[in-house]
């Protein structure tokens, strides 16, 4: 059940969140070493500051996920892992990663959403272009 | 899923209601006209065409026992239609709007009705006998875009309202001499006309297409994220769910009992939405049989 509104993260947690992300970004690292990109993916997105407005959370995070999601190889292993429940975010991401314009970010991204939209349908695009407020 | 019956009436519909025995429907062709079908052997025949506005009639509803037509439209203008002798006669409602009316809707008693404008405002209609004509309250404050959508709680007063700002909100529009105050409602007949109960901020996008389900306890709304919105119990505590699903955003949802949820929108195919025992919110895919015993008061055509 979900409460009827939503509370925005101010700045000055940011270095919170920001240090959060780091110590993330340590846990992906050793997780792509061990081969586990998939893994790599999911901590990557799990946590990720949608209620902040704070640009700097955003571009860390964005960094951390970019580096998971340019380590993915083998799709049909991520999407037979990966839950239902990080495909909303997983699509904001990729959206955010077509709009560096950076050749290998967008050949890698639109790969992979390809069959995200296979999988969840063009519903979860909506929600990742409608969604004005919960931007990555 | 298959069609009970399909007839093109039109190349575009973009607003219509049915009669209330079912037997004829009207709707607008995307023009300025009201055209009216009855159905007379298993062929529908043009039976009156209604002409009187200027632009798109926006919505359209027939009440059910006065059998009134109320029609609105992007001239900003109201008209409510009654049969005398064999023709549709109208009157003209002032509502006092300055830009486009985009949805009506009749009150449960159908003393009332509700108009949603792009003007951010909410127009309440009511006949007023002394001098003979309908008058409009409005309720101007709180939207801050453009009210898509409204809906009646059985109860006559209280009123749920969407809009592009992605909220929907529930107001009272008890009207002195109209309304008669309700000792034994509690809450709801206590406010004032244009206060507002209820503000849910379910949805980060536009809101569109809410609906009560018979008992008034539970509200369903859509927004353009392809989600859809279910609060039971709405009051002071409300239930939330949200349900999103993996197809084209929905524009209108209507309950066809206490636990089921039509919607409709941009993905051309109606979707059925139940709940279970517990209450939880889900959509089915259910295969329609002929021996569905289901009463479908509300088709929608995609404007495409």
């Not at chain 2, 109960?197 to 809410?210: E, M, P, R, T, Y």
């Not at chain 2, 919607?263 to 979707?271: L, R, S, T």
């Amino acid at each position: 059940m979900m409460a009827a509104t939503v509370d925005f993260v101010e700045a000055d947690n940011a270095e919170a969140i920001i240090s959060r992300i780091e110590h993330k970004s340590r846990k992906i690292e050793s997780l792509l070493k061990q081969s586990r990109p998939v893994e790599a993916l999911k901590t990557a997105l799990e946590g990720s500051p949608p209620n902040t407005r704070d640009e700097r959370c955003k571009s860390a995070n964005w960094i951390v996920v970019h580096r998971a999601i340019m380590a993915i190889k083998d799709l049909d292993a991520l999407f037979s892992s990966l839950d239902p429940e990080y495909y909303d975010i997983l699509m904001k991401y990729l959206y955010r990663g077509l709009s560096t314009g950076d050749r290998p970010t967008c050949d890698q991204c639109l790969r992979i959403h390809e069959r995200l939209t296979e999988r969840a349908g063009l519903g979860c695009i909506l929600r990742s272009l409608a969604d004005t407020m919960n931007t990555v | 899923m298959a069609a009970v019956a399909v007839h093109q009436f039109a190349p575009c519909i973009t607003c219509h209601a049915w009669s209330p025995d079912r037997s004829m429907v009207a709707f607008c062709p995307n023009n300025s006209e009201v055209h009216i079908y009855k159905l007379s052997e298993d062929k529908w025949e043009q039976a009156h065409i209604l002409q009187k506005h200027d632009q798109i009639v926006s919505g359209i509803d027939w009440s059910s026992r006065a059998n009134r037509i109320v029609t609105v439209s992007h001239d900003r203008n109201s008209y409510v239609w009654n049969y005398e002798g064999s023709e549709w006669v109208p009157t003209l409602v002032i509502l006092r709007l300055n830009r486009a009316a985009l949805c009506v809707q009749w009150s449960p008693q159908e003393n009332k009705f509700a108009v949603g404008s792009g003007a951010k405002t909410v127009c309440i209609c009511y006949y007023e006998q002394e001098n003979n004509w309908w008058v409009s309250k409005l309720i101007r404050k709180r939207h801050n875009s453009s009210v898509t959508s409204v809906a009646w709680h059985p109860n006559n007063i209280l009123l749920a309202t969407t809009s592009t700002d992605g909220k929907c909100r529930v107001f009272s529009t008890f009207i002195k001499g109209v309304d008669t105050r309700d000792s034994k409602a509690g809450s709801s007949s206590d406010s004032k006309f244009g206060e507002q109960i209820l503000q849910l901020d379910l949805s980060f996008s536009w809101a569109f297409g809410v609906n009560w389900s018979p008992s008034g306890n539970t509200l369903a709304y859509v927004g353009h994220s392809s989600t859809i919105y279910f609060v039971d119990d709405v009051g002071p505590s409300p239930l939330a769910q949200n349900v999103a699903f993996r197809d084209l955003p929905l524009r209108d949802v209507l309950f066809i009992s206490e636990k089921v949820v039509i919607g409709v929108g941009f993905d051309c195919n109606p979707m059925v939405f139940a709940a279970d025992e517990s209450g939880m919110w889900y959509l089915c895919q259910i295969p329609w049989g002929e021996e569905d015993v289901i009463n479908w008061s509300q088709v929608w055509f995609a404007v495409f």
